[in-house]
């Protein structure tokens, strides 16, 4: 608060938020979740949470939560305040749902556009590239670890194996928040080891891939980083040239760049779809347009 410059004075502590909330029209809850679960005051619940002081944003008149997603905080334990009948969820990047709602305290029908998921619409051509497919390439990125996604991908992976498909996972050993990240998402959802790449073999399996899944990458696919032309933070980055590959899907939760903040030129590609939004819905959603039942 303090690097945005907000006044100390409009800074409320547990006990003055507290006392406030009874008489708020309305509460913005921006990334939070254990801290404002109601559990932690439901004598008959026995969690991790029981006893712990809390925001008791549930108090006030009307809610609104912009949080990535509904699932439960570190505790593990559900939060009962997004089931709340005055309570209105805005699933998804927390930056671009507060863009939107700037947007819409001016223009309302923009910013109603602006937070409709705009993965729906590509959904039956990715499935469609799927379908015809016979060599398939999955990129794991942060996103995916994020999003928990990894075990919808498997079924994703494992219902296209039994279609014929050959489906391979495509590693940077760079991505995520630490090295060999993925290798231990993709080992926890039992992936076979044989099917993982290393950097050198998945860019030599490019080139004969049908279709290249890319989910919560970015930076580690960037065309940019290989671009003699460009100077940025990636240039000279070993990357997954995933661009070589004769169709692409995308699923990110938005098309922003990634940390290196180099824009990535792979989006704009003809030959890409992008499935913005959560990764595990999208998932969800192509293998339900696939056939796939759970």
């Known amino acids: 608060m303090a690097e945005a410059e907000v006044d100390y004075e409009k800074l409320l502590e547990l006990e003055e938020s507290n006392e406030e909330f009874p008489k708020t029209d309305v509460v913005m809850i921006i990334g939070a979740c254990d801290v404002v679960n109601p559990a932690a005051n439901d004598p008959s619940m026995d969690t991790p949470l029981s006893g712990m002081p809390i925001l008791e944003a549930s108090k006030a008149k009307s809610v609104i939560v912009c949080n990535l997603d509904a699932r439960p905080g570190y505790s593990g334990v559900e939060n009962p305040l997004y089931d709340d009948p005055k309570t209105l969820m805005l699933l998804g990047d927390a930056l671009g749902t507060i863009k939107a709602i700037r947007s819409g305290l001016d223009k309302p029908k923009e910013a109603a556009a602006a937070t409709q998921a705009p993965s729906e619409g590509g959904i039956p051509s990715a499935a469609e590239a799927l379908r015809k497919a016979e060599r398939i390439v999955v990129v794991p990125g942060y996103g995916m670890a994020l999003a928990q996604a990894q075990f919808e991908v498997i079924r994703l992976t494992n219902f296209l194996e039994s279609q014929g ?12 928040r630490m090295p060999g990240h993925m290798n231990v998402l993709l080992a926890e959802a039992e992936v076979d080891y044989e099917k993982l790449l290393e950097l050198e073999e998945s860019n030599a399996e490019f080139p004969r891939t049908d279709v290249v ?30 661009s070589q590959a004769k169709a692409i899907i995308v699923c990110n939760l938005d098309d922003r760049p990634g940390y290196s903040g180099v824009e990535n030129p792979l989006y704009d590609d003809p030959k890409t779809t992008m499935l913005l939004g959560d990764a595990l819905k999208t998932i969800k959603d192509i293998r339900k347009a696939l056939g796939s039942s759970d």
């Not at 290989?226 to 995933?242: Q, V």
Request: glycine share 8%; net charge negative.
């Open 213 to 242: 899944m890319i989910i919560g990458a970015c930076d580690v696919v960037n065309p940019a980083a290989n671009d003699p032309t460009m100077d940025t933070p990636l240039s000279g980055m070993p990357i997954l040239e995933a």
């Open 165 to 176: 498909k050959n489906v391979l996972f495509a590693v940077h050993p760079v991505a995520g």
